[in-house]
């Protein structure tokens, strides 16, 4: 079947603009979970969402950052007023319960110019 | 969150098993001992998780101390697709919380 999805694959956007990154996970995951990648470094968890319950959004970066998960499924990551220290690949990944193995999107290349 | 402590590079030739170490002195008795890599210009990719239990699969063996304060990730024949850089993550099995990524270890696999 189908892996996680992000859309898009790329994007290059100026310096103040608004970006909407999108993930479709696995369908009947009910773990999602955002991360990113700046060039060279590890991984810096986002934001978690678990089934019906409040998302575990610690990881956001500052208040120009948001992500909703609508009907448990499709997760949109925002960021607002974009800054050239927002370039980054955004990863996304989803779950079947929490205890289980994550499956991780291609991600999406940010370039803020 | 509880941590853990990889070495930040390691090498290995084809064909050759690989043991990659993970320290995790304080590990609670819920947290389960996650392994994952990542390929070049890739996402992480699951490999294998266990609690107590040494745990093998078609990728990996996982081998845990009975104190469970150390694993060890064993790919039993190292081949060039195996070059990445492995993360070792505890995971709260009782209170699903989010994956932390460490720096990982680099493993370089030389033909």
């Known amino acids: 079947g189908a892996g996680v999805s992000q859309s898009p694959s790329n994007k290059v956007t100026e310096k103040g603009k608004d970006v909407e990154l999108r993930c479709d996970p696995i369908?009947?995951?009910?773990?999602l979970y955002w991360y990113r990648q700046s060039l060279g470094q590890g991984l810096e968890f986002l934001i978690y969402f678990q089934g019906n319950s409040a998302p575990d959004k610690s990881g956001l970066p500052s208040d120009r950052f948001s992500a909703e998960r609508t009907g448990g499924s499709v997760s949109t990551l925002t960021i607002q007023r974009t800054q050239q220290e927002d370039s980054a690949v955004y990863l996304c990944?989803?779950?079947?319960?929490?205890?289980?193995?994550?499956?991780f999107g291609q991600g999406t290349r940010l370039t803020v110019v | 969150d509880a941590k853990t402590t990889q070495p930040n590079s390691m090498e290995s030739n084809e064909e050759e098993p690989v043991h990659l170490p993970c320290n995790h002195s304080t590990i609670s008795g819920t947290d389960y001992i996650h392994w994952y890599r990542q390929l070049p210009s890739q996402g992480p990719e699951y490999v294998i998780h266990g609690l107590t239990s040494n745990v093998n699969n078609r990728m990996a063996s996982l081998a845990i101390a009975e104190d469970r304060k150390s694993s060890t990730l064993i790919l039993h024949r190292a081949t060039l697709r195996d070059a990445a850089v492995y993360y070792c993550?505890?995971?709260?099995?009782?209170?699903?919380?989010?994956?932390?990524f460490g720096p990982g270890t680099r493993l370089s696999v030389l033909p």
């Open positions: 990944a989803s779950s079947f319960d929490p205890n289980t193995e994550a499956f």
């Open positions: 369908s009947g995951h009910t773990a």
């Open positions: 993550i505890l995971r709260d099995g009782a209170y699903g919380q989010n994956f932390v």
